[in-house]
């Protein structure tokens, strides 16, 4: 992936757009060039971002528990377990751009699989985005979370994959 350097306010604003969305930075600057060069995406494209998007999150939420940053590692969990749940969506058309949308579609989607698991695992992986902003959870539990999220993807990716 490419590298892009911001002026700060540029970069502020991009903050402040992701966390009023739920969204991730990288897409909305995805979002922003498809419409300046007037490519949109079709479904296909748009679920292997997310896709691609979510791998990258969870690499980089290990490498982050790896150096004991607990408050990174929720974030980027929590943002691998996002990406997977809109790349699920984009495959089926629809496009989820708030974290009302992302909890409705895990709603519909637990209930159309008839699937506990999923509500209790997509419940932890916001835990770990609340934890981002308020660094309450030991680190013991960060982890442990973190790895409900891992089980999260597993399993939204072999639904993806059928």
Same mark, same amino acid.
């Given at each position: 992936m490419t590298s892009i350097v911001l002026p700060k306010r540029i970069e502020k604003k991009l903050k402040e757009e992701s966390e009023k969305r739920g969204a991730m930075e990288e897409e909305i600057i995805i979002e922003a060039l498809t419409k300046m060069l007037n490519e949109p995406l079709n479904p296909d494209e748009k679920t292997e971002i997310h896709l691609k998007l979510s791998e990258k999150y969870m690499d980089e939420a290990e490498e982050y528990l790896r150096k004991r940053d607990y408050i990174q590692a929720s974030e980027k969990a929590w943002g691998a377990a996002s990406q997977i749940v809109k790349a699920l969506a984009a495959k089926e058309g629809r496009e989820l751009r708030s974290h009302a949308s992302l909890w409705e579609y895990m709603d519909e989607l637990a209930e159309r699989l008839r699937d506990k698991?999923?509500?209790?695992? @997509?419940?932890?992986?916001?835990?770990?985005?609340?934890?981002?902003?308020?660094? @309450?959870?030991?680190s013991r539990e960060v982890e442990l979370a973190v790895d409900d999220v891992k089980m999260l993807i597993g399993k939204l990716k072999t639904i993806l994959e059928k």
């Amino acid at each position: 992936m490419t590298s892009i350097v911001l002026p700060k306010r540029i970069e502020k604003k991009l903050k402040e757009e992701s966390e009023k969305r739920g969204a991730m930075e990288e897409e909305i600057i995805i979002e922003a060039l498809t419409k300046m060069l007037n490519e949109p995406l079709n479904p296909d494209e748009k679920t292997e971002i997310h896709l691609k998007l979510s791998e990258k999150y969870m690499d980089e939420a290990e490498e982050y528990l790896r150096k004991r940053d607990y408050i990174q590692a929720s974030e980027k969990a929590w943002g691998a377990a996002s990406q997977i749940v809109k790349a699920l969506a984009a495959k089926e058309g629809r496009e989820l751009r708030s974290h009302a949308s992302l909890w409705e579609y895990m709603d519909e989607l637990a209930e159309r699989l008839r699937d506990k698991e999923l509500r209790y695992l @997509w419940g932890r992986a916001n835990n770990l985005h609340q934890n981002f902003y308020e660094n @309450w959870m030991p680190s013991r539990e960060v982890e442990l979370a973190v790895d409900d999220v891992k089980m999260l993807i597993g399993k939204l990716k072999t639904i993806l994959e059928k």
